[in-house]
């Protein structure tokens, strides 16, 4: 694949119950970014991965969200006891490295009801 | 804190209506500036990348520029299919590993 791709691209999910969203970087691309799109918003930064560093959570919302990278390439971004603000676009990039331009996959679309 | 707003929210224009958008920007030290093009539905699709003041990068009807302090995006005689929202980003040389977004202009082109 030559992009991100993001998988599920639509979630729709009942108030209280755990999702995962899935990230396929780019071959190669060491750095991974998870951001948060909400409707008619700016994109909010959520966390980094850079090669086997540990992570930058500055911008996760509350405890409730965490992610993992396995073996340096594929992410998952785990959202529990999700609630209705939840609801958002998630959008998952990658890059070379820090620094360098950031690809973004198509997102995943969470809805909460 | 590092800060980008871009201006306007939303412009309508007119087929071969030549414009700018503008993404103001404050951050301790500009590692790069990225403008991004996004369609309803989709991701982020990549633009252009500046990392000096004086730079300019062009791309068929748009051309970007960037100063200390601000960029533009400038459309040439557009087309209805550069209707779109136009991201803008910043990336600091030192601090946060994120790259901070303004929120976008809304570009619509009529024919």
């Known amino acids: 694949g030559a992009g991100v791709s993001q998988s599920p691209s639509n979630k729709v999910t009942e108030k209280g119950k755990d999702v995962e969203l899935r990230c396929d970087p780019i071959s190669g691309h060491t750095a991974l970014y998870w951001y948060r799109q909400s409707l008619g918003q700016g994109l909010e930064f959520l966390i980094y991965?850079?090669?086997?560093?540990?992570?930058?959570k500055s911008g996760l919302p509350s405890d409730r969200f965490s992610a993992e990278r396995t073996g340096g390439s594929v992410s998952t971004l785990t959202i529990q006891r999700t609630q209705q603000e939840d609801s958002a676009v998630y959008l998952c990039?990658?890059?070379?490295?820090?620094?360098?331009?950031?690809?973004f996959g198509e997102g995943s679309w969470l809805t909460v009801v | 804190e590092d800060q980008v707003t871009q201006s306007p929210e939303a412009l309508r224009l007119q087929e071969g209506e030549s414009s700018s958008l503008n993404c103001s920007y404050t951050v301790s030290g500009l590692r790069g500036l990225f403008w991004y093009r996004q369609d309803p539905g989709k991701g982020p699709e990549f633009l252009f990348t500046?990392?000096?003041a004086g730079e300019e990068k062009e791309k068929e009807r748009l051309k970007a520029t960037l100063t200390k302090k601000e960029s533009f995006l400038h459309i040439t005689a557009p087309k209805p299919e550069d209707s779109a929202t136009y991201l803008c980003?910043?990336?600091?040389?030192?601090?946060?590993?994120?790259?901070?977004f303004g929120a976008g202009t809304r570009l619509t082109v009529k024919p």
């Open positions: 980003a910043v990336q600091a040389a030192i601090g946060g590993n994120d790259m901070r």
């Open positions: 990039a990658s890059s070379p490295t820090w620094g360098n331009t950031i690809y």
């Open positions: 991965f850079q090669g086997n560093s540990a992570p930058d």
């Open positions: 500046l990392y000096s």
